[in-house]
C-alpha cells in the first residue's frame, strides 16, 4: 500500500490542525473571487468538504507541531510506502485552501517560498526532525518493511504493562519489534489519552530512547539544557539516553525506542 496523511489534493499537514473548514472563497489562493466573484473561474465550492480538520488556535503552535510528530512518526513506522506531501516537514501552509490549483493561483502565496521557511526555529527543527525519521526508517527497514513482498512486520501489541493485548477500548498501547533477525527490537509506546501513561518497558534489554514527539522537547529551554543547536529537533536524538524499567509516556504523544 501507499500510506499517507496528506497529498496534493487538500490540506496541508498543518493546514490541517488550523482550519475547520476550507477557505477556497477570496483569498490570496483564489483571487480571482476577490476581484470578479461572479466570473466562472470564480470556484468556492471545490475542494473536499469532509477534511477531519479541526483548528486547535492560534496558543496551541507547540501542541500543533506535537501532533504533526505524531502524524509523521505513525506514518514512517507503518508497513507500505510513505508519501510526504512537499512543504509539509517545513509546516507549509496553503491558507486553508485545500484546492489550491484554481485559476491564477500560481503567485507567490502558493509558491514554495523556502526563504521565508527556514529562518524560523521551529520549522528548521520540523525538518530536521522528519528527515531522521526518514533516516530512521531506512536504517530499520526491514522491521517496519519485510524484505520480501508478501511478508508482514513481526511485532506484538502489548499494554503498558507489557502484561499482555492492550485494551483496544483505550487510547493507549505498545508495539513490540521483536525479530532479531530483522535488527535491534524496537518498542513504541503510542499514548493518546489526555492524561500521562506509565509503560513497563520489555524486560532483559537496554532500551534507549530515540524519539519522543511531546512538547517538552522541542522548547528552547531544553535544548538549552542538552546544548543542542536550537535549529535541531530535540524530539529526536539517535544517541538517547537509557530507560529505566518503566518510562512516563506524555499526553497525545508517541515514543520509539531502540534495544541495545
Not at 129 to 146: D, E, G, L, Q
Not at 186 to 207: A, D, R, S
Not at 210 to 221: M, N, P, Y
Not at 230 to 240: H, I, R, Y
Request: glycine residues 6%; aromatic residues 12%.
Amino acid at each position: 500500500s501507499v500510506n499517507f496523511i496528506t497529498v496534493h489534493d487538500g490540506f496541508t499537514m498543518y493546514d490541517l490542525l488550523s482550519y475547520d473548514e476550507k477557505q477556497n472563497g477570496c483569498g490570496p489562493l483564489n483571487p480571482v473571487c476577490c476581484d470578479d466573484p461572479t466570473s466562472p473561474f470564480c470556484d468556492r465550492d471545490s475542494g473536499e468538504n469532509n477534511n477531519r480538520s479541526r483548528n486547535w488556535g492560534q496558543d496551541a503552535e507547540a501542541f500543533k507541531r506535537q501532533l504533526m510528530r505524531n502524524f509523521f512518526v505513525a506514518l514512517l513506522i507503518s508497513e507500505g510506502t510513505p508519501l510526504i506531501l512537499g512543504g509539509d516537514e517545513w509546516m507549509r501552509t496553503q491558507l486553508g485552501n485545500n484546492n489550491a490549483y484554481s485559476t491564477r493561483a500560481d503567485n507567490e502565496f502558493n509558491w514554495f517560498d523556502w526563504g521565508s521557511w527556514q529562518p524560523t526555529n521551529f520549522r528548521n527543527r520540523m525538518h530536521d526532525f522528519v528527515s531522521s525519521m526518514i533516516k530512521f526508517r531506512n536504517a530499520h527497514r526491514y522491521a517496519f518493511a519485510p524484505a520480501q513482498y508478501g511478508e508482514s512486520a513481526a511485532f506484538v501489541w502489548r499494554n503498558e504493562l507489557n502484561s499482555g493485548e492492550p485494551d483496544w477500548n483505550s487510547r493507549h498501547l505498545m508495539q513490540h519489534y521483536n525479530d532479531a533477525s530483522a535488527g535491534p527490537q524496537i518498542v513504541i509506546l503510542m499514548n493518546m489519552e489526555l492524561g500521562p501513561v506509565q509503560f513497563t518497558m520489555p524486560p532483559g534489554l537496554t532500551w534507549k530512547r530515540v524519539v519522543d514527539t511531546s512538547e517538552f522537547f522541542d522548547t528552547d529551554a531544553y535544548l538549552e539544557s542538552i546544548t543542542r543547536d536550537a535549529k535541531l529537533s530535540g524530539n529526536f536524538d539517535s544517541d538517547g539516553p537509557a530507560l529505566e524499567a518503566t518510562y512516563l509516556v506524555n499526553p497525545r504523544s508517541i515514543v520509539i525506542a531502540v534495544a541495545e
